[in-house]
């Protein structure tokens, strides 16, 4: 009886194993072959110092290794752009704008950059799975965050929502819709410039 128990669990952990390679396998194979993606999310912030959960739309633009767009809309209107190891945030409203330094660290600072980077996802992050999701931990410092829960679809584009789990237990949902890829999309979608008026605050320096 105990050798049959040892063999189940071993089996068991096996087939586990294999599901969680294949669903590793089929992301990065997805993101080996695109060379650029856009489509619209949902994000839901909730703040846990504030108690309050805030939801935003709007679009993104992608273009691997390290260059995004995403453009929020409504009444908290802004463009968050990385072009590699610089980062933009335009907030329309205020007609102000921020721009500093990118690198790992500073994921916490805008999480939604973490889509642009999931193609080296076993290099990045510990994995684990539970079935059509996974766990994602970082392997090294990326800011306040802490893990990743990764919805996946099967058709498609292999994302279907992430959820960003934070030091100070704040929680980012983003819910991601009518993605579209290789559409030969142009590097000056990235410019990191803003409309004559605007302030801009340089914080690089």
Do not use: C
């Not at 929020?72 to 463009?79: E, P, T, V």
């Not at 999931?118 to 799975?129: D, N, P, Q, R």
């Not at 934070?166 to 991601?176: A, G, Q, T, Y």
Request: proline content about 3%.
């Amino acid at each position: 009886m105990m050798v049959m128990i040892l063999a189940l669990f071993v089996m068991n952990g096996t087939v586990r194993g294999a599901d969680l390679d294949e669903k590793i396998s089929r992301l990065q194979k997805a993101y080996a072959g695109i060379t650029d993606m856009r489509g619209h999310f949902i994000q839901k912030s909730t703040i846990k110092d504030l108690k309050r959960t805030d939801t935003y739309k709007g679009e993104f633009f992608i273009k691997p290794p390290l260059k995004m767009k995403w453009i929020y809309r409504g009444n908290a209107a802004q463009d968050i752009i990385v072009n590699n190891d610089a980062i933009l945030i335009y907030k329309k409203g205020e007609n102000q704008a921020y721009r500093a330094r990118f690198d790992k660290e500073t994921y916490g600072q805008t999480p939604v950059a973490l889509l642009g980077g999931l193609g080296k996802i076993s290099e990045e992050f510990i994995i684990t799975a539970k079935g059509d999701e996974l766990l994602l931990k970082p392997r090294k410092n990326m800011g306040t965050i802490t893990s990743i829960r990764m919805a996946l679809s099967e058709e498609g584009f292999p994302i279907r929502s992430f959820t960003i789990y934070d030091s100070r237990s704040n929680v980012i949902e983003i819910e991601l819709k009518e993605i579209r890829m290789n559409t030969g999309m142009k590097d000056s979608l990235f410019d990191l410039s803003v409309p004559k008026g605007v302030s801009v605050f340089d914080q690089n320096s």
